[in-house]
């Protein structure tokens, strides 16, 4: 985009050319009649130096080449919020990828202690029947409950190296070398940053900015298009040297200027063609301009709404989390008094355990 921008705004200067160049000729001999009788003119050899500078130069009166200059350099900011916009969108995938690979880690670490627990529970349950105070259903309601946290790890281990395979891609770096091995907790983040007003938006999102400038270079194009119906003025001339011979080169200065206009009188309607062409792209180019505004309005309020109510559901879970850790005490002092059977703790761990991976 930066090479097209300088080939646009060279029109703004004169073409400067050098040309050089060497001829040899030869006339052969040649019978002409003088007085009635013949006689031969001997053939002559010339030789022809020359060197000049062609300079040519359109007068931008309607501001065609200014206005293609123009929208040249709105490309390139245009495309310069593309490689912003890339750039983001990278960082926001090697982020995620970065909590899948902490997240899994943490909830592998969750279920290995919610395991050991159940263990724990098995063994009492298998104590309680040798006793003869518990069913053999309860162990194999137990056992089942074990094979749940042991088929979610196997799961989880896949689920980890698909995340780090993944973030490795992103960063270029071997699968384990972004996160380090001891890492199982995620971050505690910080307070959502102030969004401001949302024209704000404007100047933040990259990708607003890029459907801004390519709306303007559109525009511009579309003032190409029209300055090229009229008329073009040009001037074009050249300086230097002409001479038969080495030594007298440099004494025989030449020179020429021109001025020129050209109109197109009749081209089947190219031209107005393309009026109407840049035209509907200018259409296009703010229709898209509009939607991508709505889309990163929306985006925004989405995600803001999405951040309170994920903290409200965080609150709630916590509380959830107490209660289900009271329940679950309060049937276990139940069975261990033998007033109840084994299901209303098998009920009340699978909930505490379920809103603990919450």
Do not use: C
């Not at 060279?10 to 052969?28: E, F, I, K, N």
């Not at 500078?53 to 501001?63: A, I, K, R, V």
């Not at 995938?93 to 395991?115: G, H, I, P, S």
């Not at 200065?253 to 309607?269: E, K, L, Q, Y």
């Amino acid at each position: 985009a930066d090479a097209m921008a300088s080939m646009a705004s060279a029109g703004l200067w004169p073409t400067v050319d050098a040309q050089a160049s060497y001829s040899r000729s030869h006339s052969a001999p040649r019978i002409m009649s003088l007085g009635g009788r013949e006689q031969e003119i001997p053939g002559t050899t010339s030789d022809s130096f020359s060197a000049s500078l062609p300079m040519s130069y359109e007068l931008d009166l309607w501001g065609r080449v200014r206005s293609g200059m123009f929208a040249a350099d709105e490309d390139v900011m245009a495309f310069r919020a593309d490689v912003e916009t890339a750039a983001t969108t990278i960082a926001a995938n090697v982020a995620e990828r970065w909590f899948d690979v902490v997240q899994t880690r943490a909830l592998r670490k969750l279920l290995d202690r919610q395991r050991k627990i159940n263990d724990t529970y098995l063994e009492l349950v298998e104590m309680r029947f040798d006793q003869a105070d518990a069913s053999l259903a309860e162990i194999y309601q137990q056992q089942q409950q074990i094979q749940a946290i042991d088929a979610q790890l196997e799961l989880l281990v896949a689920q980890g190296q698909n995340a780090d395979l993944q973030l490795a891609v992103l960063v270029g770096k071997p699968p384990g070398a972004v996160v380090g091995t001891k890492r199982d907790e995620l971050p505690n983040l910080p307070t959502v940053p102030a969004v401001g007003v949302p024209a704000q938006l404007l100047q933040r999102r990259p990708d607003l900015r890029a459907a801004r400038h390519r709306a303007v270079a559109a525009d511009y194009r579309l003032g190409e298009a029209i300055a090229a119906r009229f008329p073009t003025f040009a001037l074009s001339g050249s300086v230097g040297f002409s001479a038969p011979d080495v030594a007298s080169f440099f004494e025989s200065f030449v020179w020429n200027f021109m001025g020129s206009m050209s109109a197109s009188i009749w081209d089947g309607g190219r031209r107005a063609a393309e009026v109407n062409r840049n035209e509907a792209v200018v259409k296009e180019r703010l229709y898209a301009y509009g939607q991508t505004l709505l889309t990163a309005l929306l985006e925004v309020e989405s995600s803001l709404t999405m951040e309170r109510s994920q903290g409200r559901n965080i609150d709630v879970l916590r509380r959830q989390v107490d209660t289900a850790n009271r329940t679950l005490e309060s049937a276990r002092r139940r069975y261990r008094s033998g007033l109840g059977d084994f299901l209303p703790v098998l009920t009340a761990l699978r909930s505490l355990e379920v809103a603990e991976q919450s």
